[in-house]
């Protein structure tokens, strides 16, 4: 059966571009006669907030959006992401990185095509007494996948768009991610990829500004023995200047649109639904 689900960050309220994923992500289930899922993304307790969250069940019930009961809060499985990033340490496959916001802006050379900076692989060189060292004093650090030895263990890998066909793992496409973040002990990509899994999704939707961390997912799948799903990268609502919604973007957020005015059956064929 097609699992799908809409997992936003509550980190600002919903916009248009939001609510093409999620009526994208629930068309896709009900094609199929599958489910459509809920997962709420609330990792980073530095920017999310529970207002946004009320928002974002308010704004999905408001478009007529309707999801399965049972919906994930991730923060409530930070202990679980836990032990899985002391799982792929214990294998060997990350490393500690001291690196600062400045320091990792001065030694970046490379920039991923989705805009993200590449790490230049500074900590890897760091050795056991050095590292030893930094972390008596202290210091804080995060854990990186080591993306060679990931390599190494798992061989080529594919995935599967069922929009674009299949694709090659380019375990270079963003260098070595962070898989636990100094503040907050775990990473999008760490969380995403296991409650997928945890919610046996099967047909990952979302938009193609997501594009290159599936490959990151993809190897993390793979070190983990994880099942594998499909993946949906549909494309990004843009504003009338032609650039993607950002949260930033106050007036068109779905609570502004629906005070002045606009009704839930305008959004949906606004946005082809
Ligand atoms: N939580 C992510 C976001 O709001 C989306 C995660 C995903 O669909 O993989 O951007």
């Known amino acids: 059966m097609t699992v799908t689900r809409f997992a936003p960050s509550p980190t600002g309220n919903l916009h248009l571009g939001h609510a093409y994923s999620a009526l994208y992500s629930e068309r896709v289930a009900k094609d199929n006669g599958g489910k459509f899922l809920l997962r709420i993304e609330d990792i980073d307790y530095t920017r999310c907030r529970p207002e946004y969250i009320k928002g ?13 009961s049972d919906v994930v809060i991730q923060s409530s499985r930070l202990d679980l992401y836990k032990d899985v990033a002391n799982k792929l340490n214990a294998m060997g496959l990350l490393y500690p990185c001291f690196c600062t916001r400045k320091d990792i802006a001065k030694s970046t050379e490379r920039t991923a095509s989705n805009g993200d900076a590449i790490y230049s692989g500074k900590c890897l060189h760091l050795t056991e007494e050095k590292i030893a060292e930094k972390k008596s004093k202290g210091l804080p650090y995060s854990l990186r996948l080591n993306s060679k030895r990931a390599e190494e ?14 694709h090659e793992v380019n ?4 260098g070595d991610v962070v898989l636990v973040r100094k503040d907050i002990g775990t990473s999008y990509h760490l969380a995403v990829t296991l409650d997928d899994d945890f919610q046996d999704v099967t047909c ?31 494309k990004l609502i843009k504003g009338s200047d032609g650039n993607k919604y950002s949260k930033s973007d106050k007036s068109l957020t779905l609570s502004e649109l629906r005070e002045s005015g606009v009704s839930a059956k305008e959004i949906r064929k606004e946005l082809g639904f």
């Open 56 to 68: 974002i069940y308010n704004d999905l019930e408001w478009l007529g959006i309707i999801w399965e």
């Open 153 to 166: 263990e798992t061989g080529k890998l594919f995935w599967n768009d069922q929009l674009s066909g299949i």
């Open 171 to 174: 375990f270079d496409s963003l």
């Open 204 to 234: 990952v939707t979302r938009g193609i500004d997501l594009y290159e961390s599936t490959h990151i997912h993809r190897i993390l799948q793979s070190l983990l023995e994880l099942n594998v799903p499909e993946w949906s990268h549909h």
